[in-house]
């Protein structure tokens, strides 16, 4: 069972608002350093972190002599920086956003780079420029310990996901923006182009990243329209029909005003099979996109990968 296992803790949001709410800003400044650095990638999977055992990390970006990764470190609690021959580090403890901003400065100063990035965040509303948020943010490490814990159990199942799938995919990763856990596919196709109008994020950001027709699915623990952790999927474009297909398990929804489908973190933890329940929706929602906007499905889909099984590449 999933409340034995210690796999699927409980993360109510009620309980870490404020800890998520700073956590979020930190890693938008953690993440404008990578994007400072990263050329453009498709559909900005150059600007996101990455789960690891430990937290989540900007892996090398190349600032300076040498190439400088950025890790949240959500078991020991600090923000380490490190290159082929340095390491440095902070605690993460209640502090200001400002605090946190100057700190990560200093420390890429000390690691031979250089803190020069966009300084407001994007994708909230009433965005105040990090170096003058000085409210002091609360900061639970069991909390974010909770969470990563979460967050490694998902990602085990996004990629099993993955695997069944032969076109063109992102990675599993972590978009600080959004604050999400995502993995989307793509059916191949260009996209109308997309209206824009996501909050402090310039629309050509939003369009070049919905430039092809997807189904992406993901997780985010709170906040952005739900107040609690949720499993979401959504299609751009949403399909004729979409939003009244069956999908799975029972206690997923369409939420009419996310217009997307979504499956509370607290129904799979508390399941009998939570990865049965969530590997679940992510295929019967990937389906409804899938179906309703004919994609190529015999082209694009595969069995699931096996560990040190080549797959097949001739019948």
């Not at 892996?59 to 021959?85: C, N, Q, S, W, Y």
Request: glycine share 8%.
């Amino acid at each position: 069972m999933s409340d034995r296992s210690g796999n699927w803790p409980a993360i109510p949001y009620s309980e870490w608002k404020e800890t998520c709410t700073g956590l979020h800003l930190w890693t938008q400044i953690v993440g404008k350093y990578r994007v400072a650095h990263a050329p453009w990638d498709n559909h900005s999977w150059h600007v996101t972190l990455y789960v690891t055992s430990r937290g989540l990390t900007t892996g090398p970006i190349f600032d300076g002599d040498a190439p400088i990764t950025l890790t949240f470190d959500f078991r020991d609690h600090m923000l380490v920086g490190e290159t082929p021959d340095m390491r440095q580090s902070f605690a993460l403890e209640p502090m200001s956003v400002a605090e946190f901003h100057k700190r990560t400065g200093d420390l890429i100063s000390a690691l031979g780079g250089k803190m020069a990035i966009h300084g407001a965040p994007n994708e909230v509303s009433d965005a105040v420029p990090f170096a003058k948020d000085t409210e002091e943010r609360a900061y639970d490490g069991d909390a974010v310990r909770r969470f990563h814990r979460a967050m490694l159990s998902i990602t085990k199942v996004f990629d099993k996901f993955s695997t069944s799938f032969l076109g063109k995919i992102s990675p599993v990763h972590f978009f600080w923006g959004s604050f999400d856990l995502a993995v989307t596919r793509f059916s191949g196709r260009k996209a109308p182009l997309h209206p824009g109008g996501v909050p402090n994020l310039p629309d050509d950001v939003a369009q070049e990243a919905y430039s092809h027709e997807v189904s992406s699915a993901g997780f985010w623990p709170g906040g952005s329209g739900a107040d609690e952790a949720m499993f979401y999927s959504y299609a751009y474009p949403a399909p004729a029909g979409f939003s009244d297909r069956e999908v799975s398990p029972e206690a997923a929804r369409f939420d009419g005003d996310l217009q997307e489908f979504v499956l509370p973190y607290e129904a799979v933890r508390t399941g009998t099979d939570p990865e049965d329940d969530l590997l679940a929706f992510l295929q019967s929602t990937y389906e409804a996109a899938a179906e309703g906007g004919v994609w190529d499905r015999e082209a694009l889909e595969c069995d699931f990968g096996r560990p040190a099984v080549p797959r097949t590449v001739h019948e």
